[in-house]
């Protein structure tokens, strides 16, 4: 009676809950992130990216009244407006910091020396005075407006162009893809036929090559970095592409022979006999036998060692160099978090960018990640 057609046990209903939490977990700050990254300056400020659709109501800075007065009927008059660009609607004002709700869009409010101050709905202004204003301090405006929701694309453009500060990530971008892509496909290749000799060709020392994989899994990568770049300066191919490629490919040989050798090693025997009685050669059944089935672990090594490249700042830095020719998405976005570390939109917008592309690639492929990775643990 525990297992009534139908019914899920708790166990199976905690499972589903848990992953959907995970899933909440890691989805919420990204759909966060994304719609922040469309939003202005002053609406982050002022709300969470929660209430983006929402009209929002929010206490403006402090605007000094300023203008050339104009003689009318014997009073001299200042008009301005206080949302010069945006859509916004006065709901409150006062022209002290203690009391900036005093006074409704349209009141006119008595100031020292005979002076007059009023504000509609739109924010126009208009100051007047019986004497001349040359050389008075004019009064401040504290404003609370409510805001509709507004939407852009200048984050973007600033981000990828430099539109209006000069500062961009386009190249960062291009150099990333530049490193990633290479330290991709180059382990990959070499792993790929290491892991074919390790898994069904016999030859003295193997175990041995075996168990030093396994050992070179837990070596921290920074322990290596001085030495090969020592090594990559004597060889002559210093700070550039080839050593960092070179870099990348010899801190992710292990995990990917490690990943291919266990799921070649689980692939059916009687294949790889028939073809070999068959007259087939060692390259012609890796090539035409072993790497179309061994595709779901390379598409789950692929998907670990492109965001780990990606993603990489330490190693680009240390053998690619930090000028701007060079210069990888993190290093860039770290570089505008320093100097523009104000501006959240434009650093959501950057952010975004710098994830867009990884995410590509973890949707794209991320059917075969399971699968590659539980290769070889079950017989």
């Known amino acids: 009676m525990d297992r009534v057609a139908g019914r899920k046990s708790a166990l199976v209903w ?4 848990s992953v959907l939490f995970l899933v909440a977990l890691w989805v919420v700050p990204t759909l966060g992130l994304f719609i922040s990254s469309f939003r202005t300056a002053d609406q982050i400020s002022s709300s969470g990216w929660w209430s983006a659709l929402a009209t929002q109501e929010r206490q403006l800075p402090a605007i000094r009244v300023e203008g050339e007065p104009e003689l009318r009927d014997g009073l001299y008059v200042i008009e301005g407006t206080l949302f010069p660009r945006e859509r916004s609607t006065l709901s409150a004002w006062g022209t002290s910091s203690l009391k900036p709700q005093a006074y409704q869009p349209g009141d006119v409010a008595e100031l020292k020396d005979g002076m007059t101050l009023s504000v509609d709905d739109k924010g126009r202004y208009v100051l007047t005075s019986p004497d001349p204003l040359e050389g008075k301090r004019l009064p401040r405006i504290f404003a609370t407006a409510t805001q509709p929701p507004e939407f852009t694309l200048d984050n973007y453009r600033q981000v990828l162009v430099g539109a209006n500060t000069g500062i961009s990530i386009g190249q960062a971008f291009l150099n990333t893809a530049t490193v990633a892509i290479p330290a991709t496909v180059i382990p990959i290749l070499i792993a790929a036929f290491a892991a074919y000799a390790l898994a069904w060709m016999d030859f003295p020392g193997r175990a041995l090559l075996v168990a030093a994989v396994v050992g070179l899994l837990v070596v921290p990568l920074q322990l290596a970095l001085i030495p090969l770049l020592q090594l990559h300066n004597w060889v002559g191919i210093g700070k550039g592409y080839l050593g960092i490629w070179l870099a990348h490919t010899g801190f992710g040989l292990p995990l990917a022979i490690y990943l291919l050798r266990n799921y070649m090693a689980g692939l059916p025997r009687d294949i790889i006999e028939n073809a070999r009685v068959d007259g087939a050669t060692e390259f012609q059944i890796f090539t035409r036998i072993i790497l179309p089935l061994s595709f779901p672990a390379i598409a789950s090594f692929a998907i670990f060692q492109f965001l780990w490249t990606w993603n990489d700042l330490l190693v680009a830095l240390v053998f690619l160099g930090t000028g701007n020719d060079q210069l990888v998405l993190t290093g860039a976005l770290v570089n505008l978090l ?10 959501a917008a950057s952010a975004f960018v710098s ?7 973890f949707f794209a492929m991320q059917k075969y990640l399971v699968r590659g990775l539980l290769a070889g643990s079950v017989k």
């Open 14 to 17: 905690t499972v589903h809950l």
């Open 338 to 347: 320093g100097s523009r570390g104000g501006d959240w939109e434009i650093l």
């Open 355 to 361: 994830i867009a592309v990884p995410l590509f690639v």
